[in-house]
């Protein structure tokens, strides 16, 4: 059993900071990439950044210079730094792995339960 556990969400005014985290437990071999996406009401899932194991990233356009991704692999942790907060920023975020667990060569895709981030302006 694989778990993903984010934190970090808040309430922050507009030009603010916060950092989420996510925590990656269970019968996990390895974590190719880990990942941050966004899910606005009425709106799709999107990614915001994501970072592979050799911490090549990739940025969604509307968050680049602002928002940084980084990972312990020793914790199986990834992080979200996120700058210069906008009301457009406000979602509930949530992690994403992709990963090899012990019992086996495949790899699968888990979520974590979201986190929610809403910026006033």
């Known amino acids: 059993q694989v778990q993903l556990v984010e934190s970090g969400g808040d309430l922050v005014q507009a030009g603010g900071s916060l950092r989420l985290s996510c925590v990656a437990s269970?019968?996990?071999?390895?974590?190719?990439?880990m990942g941050w996406y966004r899910q606005a009401p009425g709106m799709q899932r999107v990614l915001v950044a994501s970072?592979?194991?050799?911490?090549?990233?990739n940025y969604a356009n509307s968050v680049k210079g602002r928002f940084t991704i980084s990972r312990d692999n020793a914790k199986n942790t990834v992080y979200l730094q996120m700058n210069s907060l906008k009301p457009e920023d406000t979602a509930v975020y949530y992690c994403n792995a992709e990963l090899t667990l012990e019992t086996g060569p495949w790899t699968y895709r888990y979520w974590g339960q979201g986190t929610q981030v809403t910026v006033s302006s």
């Open positions: 269970g019968n996990i071999a390895s974590i190719n990439v």
């Open positions: 970072i592979r194991s050799d911490s090549n990233t």
